[in-house]
């Protein structure tokens, strides 16, 4: 029975689908009262970021970037999971990836939400970010629109708003099942969210198409915007962060991210909303098999970086690589490896250990690893800057360290209200007639 | 006039559809409705998309708007950059790509609110049909002398049930 | 500017000069401690030979107003830009703190005020009237005490004269017992920095970046 979920009788899916929403349990209040209270002490720390100025980090000349900015780029790029793999795997019509694509596009649109965050929680003067964006001013001036920040904020706003369409549109035929919800306020928004749909087959084909549309649309700016990230650092003329490479060598850490974020996501949704008949093990083992591509590619990449860095053995970019590779950052940069790339290949390349459980344990040594390789690509080149005499050291404070802890209890109380808000799988897309039936 | 009928069979549902053309009905006459999308062959049930044009449309539009204003803005506070060029399409170029895609989903989401008549009512008076799962209604429009003839043609290409509402 | 390296005794005397005239915030021990001092001009020190037969150098480093420079594009607030004489400027109140000019300053020559800057007693009672007082969350950095260039330029406006060479002098070309440092107009070419910039012992620090820069160091060449 569950190796076909698409087979079984409607009734049972939309049930099951549904179920969720309806009963919370304790466990379920637990998590998001206490992921509640982590993110008020996030916020409260910077509260006091705010009041007494950045110096309550460890922030300090010449180490201008810290955790904030680490921070940043791995929540862009967990934000890679969501939106690309599900618009890839719409687009190559992969009937597999029915149940994965929602799950994924809510990672996407909050780990946007946070990630959009650090930027301004970095800024010296926080309460002036909006002067970034173009608007008729008194201080009679636009924004620069050379600097790379600018970028950011262009590729932020556009890779937000798509993917929060991109989530929405297959939302509205469930929102109008849902309409006849028992709670009123939850009928109220739901048939506020269903735009009237009526189901009428007009409506259908224009929600496919725009879908259709959107996939392409989100596929082009998802790779976009982590390579505006990448830029961020690669117009810099920096030592190692001047590097060609960077545009897609962050894409494909980001993706690989992504990948790590999604499998533990499916995994914790599957034990928790016991969905096992509709996240297989095939899920599992074709998303192992993505996040085992992405290591092998993390790793060319890599390489490719340090060893044209090894080779052509420029003072300064041989100080950012020394740092890395044997100086006080070693031990970092040989963990990242080893968790980015030898305990997913040895887990996931050798069939006989692929299974659920390995696939979540290989996705957590990714995650940590590619926050690591954030860490190793900000701090290192800083710490060593082009005039010896500027050198310095970066110990991140508590400040940072609450900042980032909330970020990541904010992404489970969104994850989790998600959840209990709307169905985690789009039901309708289970139709009882699949292509396989078809054929 | 409409005419509400239920099917359980695809099969059935595109010969009444033929059926109805035959006889004069418009595809405009002419709506399903169901829990989940029904593809057809092309030429039963065609609804022409404008969509992607629309899409390109907005990104061209966004785009060279987005470009133009970037352009005027950096030279409407001309500064003084030290033989650094003020605007140049290499570092606009990101700007004019992301607005082109932001122009891009917009005119796609709004166009499909359009085409799917979301946000117009095409018809504000028809009825819709409740539908449950694995249920297909379609609507007909058509003249109250004619209703008789139409209802035939639904019974005998296998409805479960037809009702007139006015 | 020119600043001669074979005169330089690395005495300092610019750098307290600079933290009074530019009214810059104080940092104290333990904060310096972690890397927060916050000087518009540095001395660096460079050794040479083994102990105990050490030679030092000293370089004076500050903001190179580079014609080209590599803060300038990446500000997304244009805060730091060329003024038309062409230094290269920051203007406090448009900065939100990105700290993306700071990071793309390869001469890390950038200072920022992690606080509200504070002086312990009574030193804030000789603040400087001409230089404003920077809040925590900006950048800030070397002007080349803007605040005299334009003093000089209206006396000379009013008196209906052009500005005399060597009538300009920041505070630390003011300061400098050795005389090491030399201020002046590079686009007169007959004025002193500019007859001292042609000299063979003129060196541009990271020329080879090609930000440019418009400070001169002037060293024997061994």
Not at chain 1, 82 to 100: E, F, M, N, Q, Y
Not at chain 1, 355 to 374: D, H, N, Q, Y
């Amino acid at each position: 029975m569950a190796e076909h979920p698409e087979l079984l009788p409607y009734g049972i899916i939309r049930e099951d689908l549904f179920r969720p929403l309806s009963r919370a349990g304790s466990k379920w209040w637990f998590t998001v009262v206490a992921c509640f209270l982590l993110v008020v002490a996030g916020l409260a720390a910077w509260g006091v970021q705010l009041r007494d100025g950045l110096g309550v980090t460890g922030l300090n000349r010449p180490v201008f970037w810290g955790l904030y900015i680490v921070d940043f780029v791995f929540w862009i790029g967990i934000s890679h999971a969501g939106t690309l793999i599900s618009a890839i795997l719409r687009l190559t019509d992969a009937a597999w990836r029915k149940p994965v694509t929602r799950a994924a596009e809510a990672i996407t649109l909050f780990a946007l939400m946070i990630g959009g965050l650090f930027p301004i929680i970095h800024l010296g003067r926080a309460w002036f970010f909006y002067w970034l964006i173009p608007y008729p001013n008194a201080r009679l001036m636009w924004p620069n629109f050379r600097s790379p920040l600018v970028w950011d904020l262009t590729a932020i706003v556009t890779y937000v708003t798509g993917s929060a369409i991109y989530l929405y549109l297959p939302l509205i035929p469930d929102m109008a099942q849902l309409g006849a919800h028992n709670k009123p306020w939850r009928r109220k928004l739901y048939k506020a969210l269903s735009l009237g749909w009526t189901g009428s087959d007009r409506e259908w084909h224009a929600l496919e198409m725009a879908m259709k549309l959107n996939a392409v649309i989100i596929l082009a700016v998802a790779i976009s915007v982590h390579t505006v990230v990448a830029w961020d650092f690669s117009m810099s003329i920096a030592p190692t962060w001047h590097s060609t490479i960077f545009g897609p060598y962050f894409v494909v850490g980001a993706i690989f991210s992504g990948i790590g974020a999604l499998i533990i996501v499916m995994a914790t949704l599957r034990r928790t909303l016991h969905l096992e008949n509709y996240l297989i093990k095939r899920h599992f083992d074709n998303m192992s098999k993505l996040l085992l591509t992405m290591s092998l590619l993390w790793f060319y990449f890599t390489m490719s970086e340090h060893i044209t860095i090894w080779y052509g053995n420029e003072p300064k970019e041989m100080g950012v690589f020394g740092q890395r590779t044997r100086g006080d950052y070693a031990f970092w940069f040989w963990l990242m490896v080893f968790v980015n790339f030898v305990v997913p290949v040895t887990l996931l390349g050798i069939k006989k250990l692929r299974s659920v459980k390995t696939a979540v344990i290989a996705s957590f040594g990714v995650l940590i690893g590619m926050w690591l390789e954030r860490y190793l690509i900000v701090i290192p080149t800083l710490v060593t800057p082009r005039l010896a005499s500027a050198t310095s050291v970066y110990t991140p404070s508590w400040v940072e360290l609450m900042i980032t802890v909330a970020t990541f209890a904010a992404m489970i109380m969104l994850y989790l209200l998600f959840a209990r808000l709307f169905p985690i799988i789009a039901v309708w897309e289970y139709k009882p007639h699949s292509p396989e039936e078809e054929d | 006039m409409f005419l509400i009928s239920e099917f359980r069979s695809k099969d059935a549902l595109v010969e009444a559809i033929l059926a109805l053309k035959k006889a004069g009905l418009t595809e405009n006459d002419l709506a399903i409705f169901s829990e989940e999308p029904i593809e057809f062959r092309k030429g039963i049930l065609d609804r022409p998309s404008n969509m992607s044009k629309a899409a390109v449309a907005g990104a061209a539009v966004m785009g060279t708007a987005a470009t133009s204003f970037v352009y005027y803005a950096q030279n409407d506070y001309k500064l003084v950059t030290g033989g650094m060029p003020i605007f140049s399409f290499w570092a606009t170029g990101i700007i004019t790509y992301e607005m082109t895609m932001l122009g891009a989903i917009f005119a796609t989401f709004f166009w499909f609110l359009w085409e799917s008549g979301l946000i117009r009512k095409r018809d504000p008076e028809a009825p819709v049909p409740m539908i449950g799962p694995a249920s297909m209604s379609l609507r007909v429009r058509c003249e109250i002398s004619r209703a008789d003839n139409f209802v035939e043609i639904l019974r005998g290409s296998g409805c479960i049930k037809t009702e007139r509402v006015k | 500017m020119v600043i001669d390296l074979d005169r330089c005794t690395g005495c300092e005397a610019c750098v307290v000069a600079c933290h009074s005239e530019n009214n810059i915030g104080m940092s104290t021990p333990e904060e310096a401690a972690r890397g927060r001092v916050n000087h518009w001009i540095r001395i660096d020190r460079y050794y040479e030979g083994q102990f105990p037969d050490i030679k030092v150098k000293y370089r004076p480093v500050l903001c190179q107003h580079c014609d080209e420079a590599p803060c300038e594009p990446v500000c997304p607030v244009n805060a730091t830009y060329h003024n038309p004489e062409g230094l290269n400027v920051q203007v406090y109140n448009r900065c939100v703190g990105t700290f993306y000019c700071a990071n793309n300053c390869p001469y890390t020559v950038r200072s920022f005020n992690w606080f509200d800057p504070k002086w312990p007693e009574p030193m804030q009672l000789q603040h400087n009237p001409d230089v404003s007082i920077r809040p925590g969350g900006v950048m800030e950095k070397c002007t080349f005490c803007i605040q005299r260039i334009k003093r000089v330029e209206d006396q000379a406006d009013a008196a209906g004269r052009p500005v005399a060479d060597g009538e300009v002098q920041p505070a630390c070309v003011q300061s400098c017992p050795a005389e090491a440092m030399i201020f002046g107009d590079l686009n007169d070419p007959d004025s002193k920095v500019s007859r001292l910039a042609g000299d063979g012992r003129a060196t541009k620090l990271m020329e080879e970046l090609g930000t440019k820069p418009k400070v001169v160091y002037l060293e024997k060449a061994r």
